[in-house]
């Protein structure tokens, strides 16, 4: 461990060493940089391009709208911003010496449509980036599915991405490429969510309207995330709007929902602003599903939530910038006479954007807190209750040297959780724990001709376990042509939370924390287990095309390999203590069935194919998934109840009328069946309460169920039609009135969802769901 600590560190010292001694080479060079804002609402303006006319060099904005470009000779310059939807914006800059000019660059929207530049610059973006197994979302790409409930979110988009397997309408979770929920690392302007979907599987804890990007990590994500095995979510929001009082009301069949923002500090050009975002969504389904769907359940459908979120953010005349937000999203689910679930998860923090003096640097910071409680009644049966709470802060540098740029930082998160769960038979799992953890990381983004290549390298160290994890990464992509593009990525990985239910759980509601358990297993498979954490490699290979100039497609081949995983016991039948764990004790008993948590390996591999056609009236998105997903517990090798092996999306929209007023969205989802386990009969099960004194021949027993092969059977296949029509009316210069009829699962189909085994009764997914929406923006 010694001497990978010291490469480790003799990596990061080398590679700044590099950093100054390029920059010191060409501190004769000159400096362009600053930021890109929407002069409407003060907005930042993201992943557009910021170049010098006739020349090579150039750069994207990023999510915060800022550009840097560095190593410029001296000499007369037009800096150019090109934009869809926005006119292009020209300024002369003039370069002598070490010159570091900032600009603030204000785009106007445009009175016609710029289809293609819209092409331009994401293919620019294709080439100058790795993107590897990453997904960038917009608002307006959400917009683009049907809007169930009469309001486009997040939840849903996701159904369409390659690689997620979406497990059902109710109490359904979204698993990424073989990872389960936990193994998703979920980010809201720096601060860690928790549980970002509600009960009812439909909708997202957030506001689209609020969003300003989501990036969506599948797998081989780079050196500045870390934490998680499979997956990252990395959101952020909009700052509100720096001009003037704006806002969205809107209301459906399923919920109601309010957005504010305006300026406490108006924006004038090159200066300072203050301004805020408040935004407010809940449902009401549990009332309303019983006037408007009752042919679907009479006592109405259990779904209610409140979601509340708010932001300050505090500009500076240079771009830097301060925000200070929090947030409380609760939800509810009560089954009359069964039971009752509800979680609420509330948080606030802040980040922050430095621009020094005269360097190419960019610094970016966070501090925040957030606490997530859950808990499930069911019956008779013992309260799960399951919380945590805790910090996540971190410091980052960015060093822009020409096409190149390296970024570094720190991060620290502390957290404690809270577990109480009663199994079958009656035996309890709990835990109370405190856990820090802490990491550094470095990554090096290079441009060598066609070549890019990205290394990258994170540190992690667990201190409640005691356990570092060194953990390299890399991307690369090599540029054959301007429409053809070659493109890997890989990493080692880890974690230490592991959710309060099991893999096996078919249905469950019921998704609590657990921090890195020290209870665990010494052997597995054979082999001494020499550390507490859960761990994955991972590479991607894939390939892009652009066959046409509206046309894109993207093809990945991937395999994740989870080679140790930490699972509830569902098989704990005795305690852990010396009367069961002493090898010359006569009761002496396998771990298997006296450990609170068991130790798992597994693998999930695959591959996806995605097809994007857009032009102004028309967006098409198609996308098939091929995956595999095994596990295997010591005992027995089994698919895990959402290894779905084929998985189709196809969307479509369409806008049409005077001003291009209507919008007709579709999206149809096909998908196997999971794995389930079969019933091969039934017998009496007794449980001799009274010991050997138990009189087997007069005593009444309970009925038994006898499985077979765990998981070795297949549902139906689902399959899905959902269609939205929009209309919009424009009102004054500002005001925006939309109306919106959706129809989910248009024909009706019978999609099982579970079967009862004693009864045999069958409960579907969602039948066919009408619903109207109305929004009013100003």
């Not at 159904?159 to 497990?167: K, N, Y």
């Not at 690392?185 to 609020?210: A, E, Q, R």
């Not at 959902?722 to 209309?727: G, I, P, Q, R, T």
């Amino acid at each position: 461990m010694q001497k990978i600590l010291n490469a480790a560190f003799l990596t990061v010292i080398l590679l700044t060493g590099l950093l100054f001694q390029s920059y010191d080479s060409h501190a004769q060079h000159g400096i362009i940089r600053g930021f890109v804002y929407e002069k409407e609402s003060g907005e930042p303006v993201i992943f557009t391009n910021v170049y010098l006319y006739k020349t090579t060099h150039g750069a994207a904005t990023d999510v915060n709208g800022y550009f840097t470009i560095s190593r410029i000779p001296d000499g007369n310059y037009e800096l150019m911003v090109t934009y869809l939807g926005y006119d292009t914006l020209r300024v002369e800059v003039t370069i002598k010496g070490h010159t570091v000019i900032t600009k603030q660059l204000y785009l106007n929207k445009a009175s016609y449509n710029l289809d293609a530049v819209q092409i331009t610059a994401e293919r620019e973006e294709a080439r100058s980036d790795t993107r590897t197994s990453v997904i960038k979302i917009t608002p307006k790409q959400i917009s683009k599915i049907p809007t169930i409930g009469g309001q486009p979110d997040l939840a849903q988009y996701l159904q369409v991405l390659p690689g997620v397997i979406f497990t059902g309408d109710q109490g359904g979770q979204l698993y990424i490429r073989g990872g389960s929920p936990i193994q998703n690392k979920v980010l809201l302007d720096g601060m860690v969510i928790y549980n970002p979907f509600h009960s009812i599987g439909l909708f997202s804890v957030f506001d689209t309207d609020i969003l300003r990007n989501a990036d969506i990590y599948t797998g081989g994500f780079n050196a500045q995330h870390g934490g998680r095995i499979s997956s990252v979510m990395d959101l952020t929001t909009r700052d509100g709007n720096k001009k003037h009082l704006a806002g969205k009301a809107g209301a459906s069949t399923f919920g109601a929902k309010l957005m504010l923002e305006g300026p406490i500090k108006k924006q004038k050009d090159n200066g300072g602003s203050v301004s805020f975002l408040l935004s407010a969504k809940n449902s009401y389904l549990k009332q309303s599903s019983e006037l408007i769907y009752s042919y679907i359940d009479t006592a109405g459908l259990p779904f209610n939530y409140t979601d509340v979120y708010g932001k300050v953010s505090i500009n500076a005349a240079n771009g830097s910038k301060v925000n200070i937000y929090g947030f409380n999203f609760n939800d509810k689910v009560d089954y009359t006479n069964l039971a009752t679930y509800q979680w609420n998860s509330t948080g606030g923090g802040s980040n922050w954007v430095v621009i020094p003096g005269n360097n190419p640097v960019l610094m970016e910071g966070n501090f925040a807190y957030s606490s997530y409680d859950i808990s499930m009644k069911e019956g008779s049966l013992p309260e799960r209750t399951s919380s945590i709470n805790g910090f996540n802060l971190g410091m980052g540098f960015t060093y822009f040297l020409g096409k190149d740029e390296i970024k570094y930082g720190i991060e620290m998160q502390g957290f404690k959780t809270e577990f109480d769960f009663t199994n079958l038979i009656g035996r309890k799992i709990s835990q109370v724990e405190n856990t820090t953890e802490l990491a550094g990381f470095v990554k090096y983004k290079m441009t060598r001709g066609k070549l890019l290549f990205e290394p990258g390298f994170r540190m992690q160290y667990y201190a409640s376990l005691a356990n570092f994890s060194p953990e390299p990464r890399l991307a690369m992509k090599y540029n054959f042509t301007d429409r053809f593009r070659l493109k890997m990525a890989a990493g080692l990985y880890s974690q230490n939370l592991i959710s309060a239910n099991s893999d096996r759980d078919i249905v469950n509601l019921f998704y609590g924390f657990l921090s890195g358990p020290d209870n665990l297993q010494q052997t597995f498979d054979g082999k001494d287990v020499n550390h507490k954490l859960q761990k994955s490699e991972h590479i991607i290979l894939g390939a892009e095309f652009d066959p046409f100039d509206n046309l894109t497609a993207n093809v990945e081949v991937y395999y994740k390999n989870f080679s140790q995983l930490t699972n509830i016991n569902r098989n704990k039948i005795f305690d852990d203590n010396s009367d069961y764990n002493n090898p010359n004790n006569p009761n002496y008993k396998p771990e298997y069935l006296r450990k609170d948590f068991i130790i798992e390996n597994g693998n999930a591999n695959g591959f996806d194919v995605s097809l994007k056609y857009e032009v102004r009236k028309i967006y098409l998105w198609a996308v098939y998934s091929l995956a595999f997903v095994n596990r295997f517990d010591g005992i027995i090798e089994y698919v895990p109840h959402y290894d779905r092996r084929h998985n189709v999306n196809l969307v479509g929209s369409y806008r049409f009328g005077s001003e291009l007023a209507w919008e007709l969205n579709a999206r149809w989802n096909m998908g196997s069946g999971f794995p389930f386990t079969q019933t091969q009969g039934f017998y009496e099960k007794l449980l001799f309460e009274q010991g050997a004194a138990t009189n087997y021949n007069i005593a009444n027993g309970q009925l038994g169920v006898i499985y077979a092969g765990y998981n070795k059977a297949r549902l139906p296949y689902y399959h899905r039609l959902d269609l939205s029509l929009m209309h919009r009316i424009r009102i004054g210069e500002r005001g925006l009135l939309e109306f919106n009829l959706s129809v989910t699962n248009i024909y009706d189909r019978d999609n099982i969802f579970y079967v009862n085994r004693i009864t045999g009764e069958k409960v579907y997914q969602l039948p066919i769901m009408p619903s109207f929406g109305m929004n009013f923006g100003f």
